[in-house]
C-alpha cells in the first residue's frame, strides 16, 4: 500500500467513528511493517483510549511484533499531561515501542501539543513526515478545532425549504416539506451533534421531541433558548424519558428563569446573546450544537456572525408565498453572502446543501 | 450487440440532435444485421430526411446490401403524405427495401400515424416489435407530442436564483447571481429552444441582448411581450445583427402595437394571455419557447399552467431580502406544487434543477 492509501485508511477510520467525540477531536491510526497494516484504529471520545494507543493494543493482542513499524495518523500525537486529561500521552509510548518513523496528517491545533508532539518523536530519533496535503485531516478537526481555539460550541444552522426558499407557509405550517430520506439525514446530522438548539417559539407552536429517530445514533442535549415569555411546562423536552437531557438557556429576570430551577434543575444557562450561547454550551461539555429554529433564532445566529455551517435541506416543490428561514437587509446583489458549497447530497427527491464559510475550510467534496 | 444496447444507440443519435428538430421530433435509427450495425442515423429537423432513410442511404453509400436487416428505431416510422409536409413516407420504403424485422421505442403520436405506421409494416410482413419500457423514448419526444396534440409551443420557465430564493436584490440587482459555467449552461438552454421570450419591463430595465454566446448553436427567435408601455426602440433587440429574428407579442390598440408594425415587420403577434401566446408562437412555427423573465411574465406562465419544464438555476448564496420569480397565493403546506425533479447538474459552484410536472413525464435522471 503507498503512503497515500495507509494515510486514506487512517482518515476513513477517524471519518467513520459514529458519534461526536468532541472535546476530543476524530483520530485513526494505522501501524504498518513492510507494506501490510499489522493494526489500526480511532479515538472513540473522551475517557477513551486515543487512536495510536488502539492501534498499538490491537497488534499487542494479535502477538505482533510493532519494533520498527510506521505509524499513520491523522492528528499529531499528544505529548501532554494536563489536569483533566484522562490518558497518559502517546508520544512516550511510540518512542517505547520503538515505532521507527511516524507520519501525520496535520498538526493538534491544541496549544499544549502544537508541533511539540511531532518535535519529541524527532528528538528521540524517530523519522517524522507531514502529510502533503493536510486539507483533508484538518477538514476532520474542524469542530475541535474551534472549541480548542476558540472556547466555543460549533454551530450548524439547519432548515428545510421549498424550492423558493420558503421554510413555512404563510399559516406557519412545515410539516412536511421534504421525504423520509432527508427527514431520516436530519436525525442523523442530530445524532452527530452534542446539543440540539431550538428557540421557546418553536416549542410551544411544534412541541418537538427533538430526539434521535429514524437512525442507530447518540440523543443530543436538547436546548432551550427562552426569551422574555414563560416556556410551556408541560412540552415534550421537559416531561419526556429524555427530560434529564434538556437544557434551558435564559436571562435573569425573566419568567423563563425560575422555570428552568424546576423544568431543568442543574441544566439552566445564562445567555443572552448567540456569542454568548456557544460559550456557556461549550464550558457545559456541549462541543457541538445544530440549532434548528426558529426563523428569529436562525437570523439572530447568522446575523451575528455565530456560525459555521449550514445543513439547508430542499425540496422540488413550490409554495409561491410563505415564511423564510433567515431574513435580512441586503441591498443589492453585491451584498449577497458567497459559501462554500462542501457537500451536496439526493436524499429521494430532495437535495441537501452543506454549506460553510467562504474562504475557510477546503475544497469543494461530492458524494454524487 | 443486445436489443437493449441497439435501442439505446438509436436513442442516443436522436438525443445529440444538437438542436430544436420542431415541429419534428427528434429520431435516432440504426440498421443492424447478425448482430452487428450496418449503419444509422438521425433527423436534424423539418426538409431534413427522416432517421431510418439517413440510416438506408447510409448503407447504400457504404454498398452495404440491407435485404433481411432489422432496423431499430426510437420513434414509430411514419406512414402519411399530407400538406407540407416534405418528405416521403418510411413505411414503403422500409418494406421496399426488403427490411425483415423494425423494433420501435414509442408510437408516433401525432395523429395521422398513430400505430397505423406499425400495422402497415406488419400487414407487409415486417415483423414489428415494441420496446418493453417506452418511457426514455417518450422522454425524447416531449416537445413535438406538446405541438402536434396540443397545437402549442413547448414551454420552459427558466430562472436564476440564490440559496434563498431571491431572483434579485431588493434594488432589482441580478447581475450575476450565479458564476460563469451556469451561464454558459442557460446559453446552451437558449440554443436547444426556438424562441426566448422576455417582457418588455425586462427590456427596459435589463436592455438584454437574448443571444445564443459562449456555446456552438443556433440562435433562437427573441420574442418580447409588450403590455401597455411603449417599447424602447433602441433595445439591442430591436438594432443589433439578429433584428429580424425579434418578435413582438402585444395587443390591439396599444402603442406598442404599432410599435411592431415598424420594429418587426410581419414579426406582429397578438396575445394577451400566456394560453394565447404558445398558441401563436406554435402557429409562427416556434414550437418551444424558453421563458427568461421577469416575475410578471413567469408567475403568469406558472399560475395558469402554461409551463412544461422549469430551469431553475441556483447559486450558494445568501441575500435575506430581494425579489422573487415567482409569487403566489399559498397558504398552507398542501398548498405546495410538488414538481418532478428531471435532472440536476453541478456547474461549478452552483446548481441547475430542470423540474417537470408530478404524474408525468418519466423516471427521475441523474447526471451526478
Redesign the interface.
Known amino acids: 500500500m503507498t503512503s497515500q492509501e495507509l494515510f486514506h485508511e487512517a482518515w476513513r477510520l477517524a471519518r467513520e467513528v459514529p458519534s461526536s467525540t468532541l472535546p476530543n477531536p476524530p483520530v485513526g491510526a494505522v501501524l504498518v511493517k513492510e507494506g501490510r497494516i499489522l493494526a489500526s484504529g480511532a479515538h472513540r471520545g473522551p475517557g477513551q483510549p486515543h487512536a495510536e494507543i488502539v492501534a498499538l493494543e490491537e497488534a499487542r493482542r494479535r502477538g505482533v511484533d510493532v519494533r520498527g513499524a510506521v505509524l499513520y495518523c491523522t492528528l499529531e500525537p499528544c505529548c501532554h499531561t494536563s489536569p483533566g486529561k484522562r490518558t497518559p500521552p502517546c508520544v512516550p509510548r511510540l518512542i517505547d515501542e520503538g515505532i521507527k518513523e511516524v507520519w501525520i496528517g496535520c498538526a493538534d491545533p491544541n496549544p499544549e501539543v502544537a508541533g511539540q508532539g511531532a518535535a519529541q518523536l524527532s528528538q528521540a530519533g524517530v523519522d517524522v513526515h507531514w502529510a502533503p496535503d493536510q486539507s483533508l485531516f484538518q477538514d476532520l478537526i474542524r469542530e475541535f478545532r474551534v472549541g480548542i481555539v476558540e472556547h466555543r460550541s460549533w454551530v450548524t444552522l439547519k432548515w428545510a425549504?421549498?424550492?423558493?426558499?420558503?421554510a413555512?407557509?404563510?399559516?406557519g405550517?412545515?410539516?412536511?416539506?421534504t421525504g423520509l430520506e432527508a427527514r431520516t439525514e436530519a436525525h442523523r446530522l442530530r445524532a452527530r451533534c452534542q446539543a440540539v438548539l431550538v428557540g421557546a417559539g418553536t416549542l410551544r407552536r411544534d412541541n418537538p421531541s427533538l430526539t434521535v429517530r429514524h437512525v442507530e445514533g447518540q440523543q443530543p442535549a436538547r436546548v432551550i433558548w427562552a426569551g422574555q415569555q414563560p416556556l410551556p411546562e408541560t412540552a415534550q423536552v421537559f416531561t419526556d424519558e429524555w427530560r434529564d437531557r434538556t437544557w434551558i438557556l435564559a436571562q435573569a429576570g425573566t419568567v423563563a428563569w425560575d422555570q428552568a430551577t424546576r423544568l431543568t434543575p442543574g441544566r439552566r444557562l445564562a445567555a443572552a446573546t448567540p456569542a454568548e450561547v456557544v460559550r456557556v454550551l461549550y464550558e457545559a461539555g456541549l462541543g457541538s450544537v445544530l440549532v434548528e429554529g426558529g426563523p428569529q433564532i436562525l437570523?439572530a445566529f447568522?446575523?451575528q456572525g455565530v456560525w459555521d455551517s449550514l445543513a439547508?435541506f430542499q425540496?422540488?416543490?413550490?409554495?409561491?408565498?410563505?415564511q423564510?428561514?433567515?431574513?435580512?437587509?441586503?441591498?443589492?446583489?453585491?451584498?449577497?453572502?458567497?459559501?462554500?458549497?462542501r457537500q451536496?447530497s439526493?436524499l429521494g427527491?430532495d437535495?441537501l446543501?452543506e454549506?460553510e464559510r467562504q474562504g475557510e475550510g477546503n475544497d469543494?467534496h461530492?458524494t454524487?
Open positions: 425549504q421549498t424550492l423558493d426558499g420558503y413555512a407557509a404563510p399559516d405550517s412545515s410539516q412536511w416539506i437570523t447568522y446575523s439547508v425540496a422540488p416543490k413550490l409554495l409561491g408565498a410563505g423564510k428561514a433567515l431574513f435580512g437587509t441586503a441591498t443589492s446583489m453585491a451584498d449577497a453572502r458567497e459559501l462554500r458549497v451536496f439526493r427527491f437535495l446543501w454549506l469543494v461530492g454524487d
